[in-house]
């Protein structure tokens, strides 16, 4: 009798974690496993460098979107800040007016001559002009710190939100988008948002919600409410254009960059590799691995990589466009995985600028 | 017995006969004063007092010429190289007695002058350098050439390997580059390359200081430098063959360093013609500088030069067919850009230069002559691109924006000049016209199609010659330009002999500089830029004054100490820089703005003495900038110079030596300067002095062969220093390169012995 009972037990048993193994792949929650690591070509566009290119790391996916998608991005969390699109060479310009529907021409008379980036430029060859030094507030601070932005804090009270004059910068072709008149009023937990054209006696308004989804709402002039970035908790870095500061004859003065990256605002950090011996980048880079993570110091400024991964040519001899092999970069997603990411090229095979390339690895 | 005296009396009488009895009775005959041997091959003028007949040409081997055709009294002038010129009037068949005179002083200058005229004698200030100090520098460009004179500065420029000059502090788009007095056109960036002008087998170079504008019209504000080729002669073939092997510092082998070879060859054919092929080819390895990776401070290139001359001389006028050809290839390798697959954007420039031209004279009477000049240059620079992948080896082209590009120029130009002096010697005086179309295109040239301007000019001048010490030159130009209001130009000469010895001169010109094609119609728009051109720019305008005192003395056994003291004002206006478009502030463009003054002076000694022959000179140029209103140079800053240049010819073994030093002091400068954040702006600052030392010895062998070994940049100079002034919160200004650090060359010349 002994030898029957034996095996009904073990086979008991073994049906038992039979059917607990089948049964944990059917319902209930399911991490799919972050992506390894592998080479990203970002579709950036080539030399105009039309898309602005949101990368997800543990996905392995890209979301490539013009860059003249939005003007205004409206601050989903729990301050109440708005952003100008800065990958158009954007600018604002507070009027001391809070009537909107007052606010016309005669207000802009000037600004033609200051308010955008070929302006700032041009008062760089002439004799020296007093506004050059305000021109560095008419940007979002590169940073995108949202206490440092163009557009003030959007105020309780409606009267202490001014009238802003937008120049709404230039399009993938370098064209100009134009002009618009904005002011900025809470609405609830929401903004109100009135806009207009310079010359409108009759704003027009949308009522714009937070999303805690999503890092900003996105708006465009012509077509509303717009998608630009993904969810907050989709996207680590992106390639972009830039509204920069630059320093010249003692003034920071608003400068276009290309080939930019910006790591997401929400739950993503990054931290600096350096290299020691510069002809053996790649092995290096091969060789890190997660002990070496501790040390790092990481920063969540959202333009902390900016335009430190490359240099560009100068008419100097043995000058180069091209990624830096000095340094690599850790990133930390709002996930919790790490990863190493290099920056492998910036041009095409065909030797064209905004093919930018990247090798990451999961630590 | 007498039969063995007889032949020694016989002979002699018969040498005797050749000099006294057949030379003179049909000709002349120009001896040497020393050794008493004929003046071989001289050139010579002689014209009837009384009549119309005049005849040039070459004193033939025994130094004569027949003047069986013609009827004296015989106006005579006779230039031959080594001698001093001889001027005067020949009754009856003579000989002549010509003196030696020292290498240094004595030439012959065309350059501004009515005609040929001995340095001494001439109105204008030119001053020469002579092919022989050439060869044995090893000099082969015309930077080579320039580079040791008093307040002559060269501009090197790694991007472009192009090699400008400034003179007496007035930059290279200021100074006019001629060949035989034709002016070059096809300029990289906004000056003339002077690194790609051969001039290896040049007869002479001339320079005037100071605006010959009234001649030259635009770009000689601040001088003019004149190639003077190898004459052609009307004779037996003759030939001249040049090597030259250097080293870029210690770079030397078969893909570096200098290789040049070239060859030179004439015939006269018949009486009347003659044809003349000058072909040099140089090859420069390029310099690595301290730059890092496949990339070089100063990119290897490759020029291949040609000169054909083929021309009918008789009597009184002559007729010239002339081409000039000139290649270049630059090869610029860069750095690559990537990790994986690393693509480097090398480069290729190719540039040619082709100069049609018809030029001749004709004498209408013995005071009276005509001069001509008709040109057609064809200029362009081709710039290609590629994405070389260092690990695969493709190479396709780069289809960016101005990744390829293609500058094209043409330029037409006539020249006609009617001379007379109907008082001779004391009045004289010339009307020219001087017509100049350009056309241009691509490199940053707005629109895809030709950008053209025209220059139209006539001129006169009139040279007086008051009492045998004092004579004056007074010139005006009028010019009708298609893009710009042309202004008026005078100028004025005057020389005073004090003494026998010392001579004075003072002068005043007018010069301007016209805006070029790119100023007027630049064109780069891009994300970052608005930059265009300015179609209502114009011209830059100088007034310039310099005057001076040259002294030769003369003592001891032929020995001569020859000074020259110069004093020199250059006022500019309208000066052309980068600045706001005046109607829309968001583009900038060209614009008249600067005001830009030198002045200074200088001291040259020249002495033969023996077997010696030194110069030695000071120079000090001050310069006045009123850059912008934020920057301003508001005082003159001086920088000194000094040059020195030994030759020693100790007279056995056909050796000789030559030395040749110049110390160049501190230079302002505009610099970039960079802080520890990388930010960057536009201080003034100053390049460091620095010395140049080039040593060098010759050896002749018979007649035909030279062979010449020499040390180049002997206290081994690379880059220079610029420094910022006043320190302040910005960091040094960086390095500016000057030369590869010591060379080393050898050159043999192999010439006929007919060559000279």
């Keep these: 009798m002994k030898t029957l009972v034996f095996p009904n037990i073990l086979l008991m048993v073994c049906s038992l974690t039979f059917v607990s193994c089948i049964g944990d792949d059917e319902g209930g929650f399911q991490t799919v496993p972050a992506f390894k690591g592998g080479l990203l070509d970002a579709n950036v566009g080539g030399e105009k460098q039309p898309n602005q290119v949101y990368i997800d790391l543990s996905t392995n996916t890209s979301t490539a979107i013009l860059r003249s998608t939005w003007d205004l991005g409206f601050y989903s969390g729990q301050e109440f800040r708005v952003i100008i699109n800065s990958s158009v060479a954007m600018m604002a310009y507070r009027l001391d007016k809070n009537e909107i529907d007052k606010v016309g021409h005669a207000d802009t008379l000037g600004l033609g001559d200051q308010l955008s980036l070929e302006a700032v430029f041009g008062a760089l060859f002439g004799p020296p002009v007093p506004w050059l030094s305000e021109a560095s507030t008419w940007i979002d601070n590169p940073s995108r710190d949202l206490d440092l932005t163009a557009i003030d804090e959007v105020m309780e009270q409606d009267s202490d939100n001014m009238v802003y004059i937008i120049n709404r910068g230039n399009d993938e072709e370098n064209n100009s988008r134009g002009w618009k008149k904005i002011q900025i009023k809470r609405n609830g937990n929401g903004y109100d948002l009135l806009y207009g054209d310079i010359g409108d006696t009759q704003h027009s308004t949308l009522t714009i919600q937070k999303d805690p989804d999503y890092n900003f709402s996105f708006f465009h002039f012509s077509n509303g409410l717009v998608d630009v970035e993904p969810k907050a908790a989709e996207w680590d870095l992106a390639f972009t254009t830039w509204t920069e500061l630059t320093e010249l004859n003692g003034d920071d003065i608003p400068y276009f960059f290309k080939d930019y990256v910006i790591i997401n605002q929400k739950g993503v950090s990054v931290a600096k590799v350096p290299v020691n011996d510069e002809t053996k980048t790649l092995e290096e880079f091969n060789e890190f691995s997660g002990e070496d993570v501790a040390d790092l110091n990481f920063s969540d400024s959202v333009n902390f990589i900016g335009d430190s991964w490359r240099t560009i040519a100068t008419p100097t001899p043995g000058s180069v466009t091209s990624v830096r092999n000095d340094r690599f970069f850790v990133l930390r997603d709002s996930q919790n995985n790490t990863y190493k990411l290099i920056f492998t090229a910036m041009l095409s095979d065909q030797g064209e600028r905004g093919f930018p390339q990247i090798l990451f690895d999961l630590l | 017995m007498r039969s063995v005296l007889a032949c020694p009396i016989f002979f002699g009488l018969f040498i005797f006969s050749n ?263 140089r090859f420069f390895g390029g310099y690595q500088g301290g730059i890092e990776g496949r990339a070089k401070l100063f990119d290897p290139k490759e020029n291949i030069y040609g000169n054909l001359k083929l021309g009918f001389r008789p009597k009184r006028m002559k007729i010239e067919y002339r081409l000039d050809f000139f290649d270049e290839l630059i090869d610029s390798k860069a750095n690559p850009s990537g990790l994986i697959e690393p693509i480097a954007l090398d480069e290729q420039y190719h540039t040619r230069r082709f100069i049609n031209q018809l030029n001749g004279y004709n004498s209408l009477s013995n005071t009276q002559k005509i001069d001509w000049v008709a040109s057609y240059t064809v200029y362009s620079r081709i710039k290609t691109q590629y994405a070389h992948n260092l690990a695969t080896g493709e190479k396709p082209l780069v289809e960016s924006e101005g990744a390829q590009d293609t500058a094209d120029i043409q330029a037409f130009l006539f020249r006609g000049i009617y001379t007379t002096n109907p008082m001779e010697g004391k009045l004289s005086f010339q009307l020219g016209v001087d017509l100049n179309t350009e056309k241009a295109r691509g490199g940053r040239i707005e629109g895809a199609d030709w950008q053209s301007l025209g220059d139209y000019a006539g001129f006169g001048t009139m040279q007086i010659k008051a009492s045998s010490r004092f004579s004056m030159r007074f010139g005006l130009r009028y010019s009708y330009h298609t893009n710009y209001n042309a202004p008026l130009l005078p100028s004025a000469h005057v020389k005073y002999a004090l003494s ?142 000094i040059n020195t240049s030994v030759a020693y010819t100790p007279g056995f073994w056909g050796l000789s030596f030559s030395l040749f030093y110049k110390y160049t002091g501190k230079v302002p400068q505009y610099l970039i300067s960079e802080d520890d954040n990388g930010n960057q702006d536009v201080v003034l600052g100053e390049r460091d002095p620095f010395q140049w030392m080039d040593l060098s010895v010759t050896k002749n062998f018979k007649k035909y062969l030279t062979l010449i070994l020499g040390v180049k940049n002997l206290t081994n100079v690379t880059n220079v220093n610029q420094t910022i002034s006043g320190g302040g919160t910005h960091g040094g200004g960086g390095q500016y390169p000057i030369g590869y650090g010591r060379s080393f060359f050898v050159r043999l010349v192999f010439k006929t012995q007919n060559f000279n």
């Design chain 2, 19 to 281: 000099y006294c009895i057949s030379g003179v009775s049909d000709g002349i005959v120009a001896i040497d004063q020393e050794n008493r041997k004929p003046v071989a091959y001289a050139s010579v003028l002689l014209k009837e007092i009384n009549g119309k007949g005049e005849l040039s040409g070459f004193l033939d081997q025994n130094g004569w010429i027949s003047t069986e055709n013609m009827k004296y009294p015989l106006q005579v002038k006779i230039i031959h190289v080594n001698h001093l010129a001889f001027s005067g009037t020949v009754s009856s068949p003579d000989t002549l007695i010509l003196d030696l005179k020292n290498e240094i002083l004595e030439e012959v200058v065309v350059t501004g002058q009515y005609e040929p005229e001995p340095l001494r004698n001439s109105l204008i200030r030119v001053q020469t350098i002579e092919p022989r100090g050439l060869e044995n520098r090893g000099a082969a460009t015309l930077s080579q050439a320039l580079q040791y004179q008093l307040n002559y500065t060269l501009e090197p420029d790694p991007a472009t390997g192009a090699v400008g000059i400034s003179i007496q502090g007035l930059d290279s788009r200021q100074v006019k580059i001629l060949l035989d007095g034709v002016p070059i056109s096809g300029r990289t960036g906004n000056s003339i390359d002077l690194s790609q002008i051969n001039i290896s087998a040049v007869e002479r170079i001339e320079v005037v200081e100071g605006p010959l504008a009234v001649q030259y019209g635009t770009d000689a504000m601040a001088g003019v430098i004149n190639i003077i080729s190898k004459t052609s002669q009307k004779k037996k073939p003759y030939a001249r063959v040049d090597i030259l092997e250097e080293s870029v510092g210690s770079d030397y082998g078969a893909e570096e360093g200098i290789h040049q070879q070239g060859v030179l060859f004439g015939m006269g054919v018949g009486k009347d013609f003659y044809g003349q092929l000058e072909f040099t080819h």
């Design chain 2, 500 to 641: 026998p010895k010392l001579d004075f001169r003072l002068s005043y010109a007018r010069g301007f500089r016209a805006p070029t094609l790119k100023e007027l119609y630049f064109d780069f728009f891009d994300s970052n830029h608005s930059i265009s051109g300015n179609e209502s720019l114009q011209p830059e305008y100088s007034h310039h004054l310099d005057f001076g005192f040259n002294h030769r003395l003369e003592f001891g056994k032929g020995y001569i100490l020859n000074s020259d003291l110069n004093f020199f004002y250059n006022d500019q206006n309208n000066q052309i820089t980068f600045g706001q478009d005046a109607l829309d502030p968001t583009i900038t463009t060209y614009i008249n703005a600067d005001i830009y003054r030198t002045l200074g002076f200088s001291l040259r000694e020249s002495l033969g003495i023996n077997k010696f022959e030194i110069g030695a000179g000071i120079g000090v140029t001050g310069r006045y900038n009123e850059f912008s209103d934020s920057l301003k140079l508001d005082q003159y800053l001086f920088s000194p110079e």
